[in-house]
């Protein structure tokens, strides 16, 4: 990247924020997970967390340690080193979903706003390759696009105060799935076995910004039956 690509602010007195354009495409994730990769090539001793947005990065230090000046021109030489690299993508990821009935109780809902039947959601749902942009909100919610311009519906009017976890939700041309038991505005079309995050896992993250995702279609008996 070149300067005029980005911007660096401080956030506070123990951060920096690189911010790119202000647009959410592959493109723009790409060079944020790069520049990402080159800090904790280069610096990993030296910054506390690096964290990714849909076209930002994060960068924490301890400002007691590191001088904020020299870590912003460390943060520009690691931009030149991704000058060519157009995009960085994760592993595709398979996430069986169990839609509709009582585990996506607003399907029948999306399927009128869109205007085709519960079964075209469902296609719509699982005909595409999603990719993670950011997971956050709680821990290990991806959010991730694009969903089919039928299903970009609005969050809904009144939000749930309590949603199940594995939910698999839409909203805002975005769709993720809920890792905790939280309050949530999103439609729910459906819940995966799937669980995006468990602390007594090695890995405790089931999905990283850049990994891409395909849903396909479970029944209730698979669902249930399904390993965890």
Known sequence: MVNGEFRIVAAGD???????PSVIDPVTS???????AALERRHAPVVRDLVVGYCSLTVYFDPL?????????????????????PGTEGVVLDVPVCYGGELGPDLADVARAAGCSE?????LHTGR???????GFVPGFPYMASVDPRLALPRR????????????????????????ETPGGWHLIGRTPVRPYDPAR???????????????????AAFQQWPR
Not at 65 to 85: G, K, T
């Open 119 to 123: 079964g075209e959601v469902v296609a």
């Open 202 to 220: 090695k890995e405790p993250f089931f999905f990283r910004a850049g990994d891409r995702v395909r849903f396909h279609a479970i029944d209730a």
């Open 129 to 135: 390759v999603y990719r993670v942009y950011v997971v």
């Open 30 to 36: 790409g060079r944020v997970l790069a520049l990402a």
């Open 65 to 85: 340690v590191v001088d904020a000046e020299w870590l912003e021109s460390a943060v520009r030489a690691a931009a030149d080193e991704i000058v060519d690299v």
């Open 14 to 20: 123990s951060a920096l924020l690189v911010e790119l």
């Open 157 to 180: 009017a009144t939000p749930r105060q309590r949603v199940p976890v594995g939910s698999v939700a839409i909203a805002a041309g975005q769709t993720g799935i809920y890792p905790a």
